[in-house]
């Protein structure tokens, strides 16, 4: 038991992203470096030093927001820590089954290697589900918690024994 919220932390899913995603992720921000320290003389001092601090925040939430990606159990929800916020999904109003739903196109949130948050489409799920708030680690192999009237795409390390743990705790599986 660790953190603010006591309870069981859920191992996330190993990230899944291409080589030519994660090239084209770690470059913009290594672009943007190359530019600011490109010798110009219309470039002023300024205009450089801002180029240099936005490559840097870039590459720092590149690196770091992965790591705030987390599930854990608590007595009485599951609560999802994202790098700004944390959503509470109390287990009386849950319920929750596997899919063979793949995220596709982000229409809101973050979509950077080993961190996608936010609203995504979802595709060939096979029971309907065609949007969803992604807190994922990958784009595939997740589960579905359906809480109110909207849908979360997570993605723990061992979907089965999340599933188990998540009916031991009360919550209804679907099929």
């Known amino acids: 038991m660790s953190g603010p919220t006591q309870g069981i932390n859920v191992p996330l899913a190993a990230a899944s992203a ?3 995603l994660r090239s084209v992720t770690w470059g913009v921000p290594a672009l943007i470096l190359a530019v600011a320290l490109i010798p110009d003389r219309e470039n002023t001092p300024l205009f450089r030093g801002l180029l240099t601090v936005l490559a840097l925040l870039l590459f720092a939430l590149f690196q770091l927001a992965p ?7 608590t007595p009485d929800a599951v609560v999802i820590q994202r790098v700004l916020n944390q959503t509470r999904l109390p287990y009386a109003s849950l319920s929750a089954r596997r899919t063979s739903g793949v995220l596709g196109m982000r229409t809101f949130g973050t979509g950077i290697p080993g961190y996608l948050t936010g609203h995504f489409t979802l595709s060939h799920d096979g029971q309907g589900v065609s949007r969803v708030l ?20 997570l993605t723990p390390a061992d979907p089965a024994t999340f599933l188990a743990e998540l009916s031991r705790r009360g919550v ?4």
Do not use: E, I, K, P
């Open 18 to 20: 291409s080589r030519l």
């Open 134 to 153: 992604a807190a994922a680690s990958a784009s595939r192999g997740g589960v579905l918690l359906h809480s109110g009237d909207a849908n979360y795409f």
């Open 172 to 175: 209804g599986l679907a099929a």
């Open 67 to 73: 790591r705030r990606l987390a599930y854990t159990l």
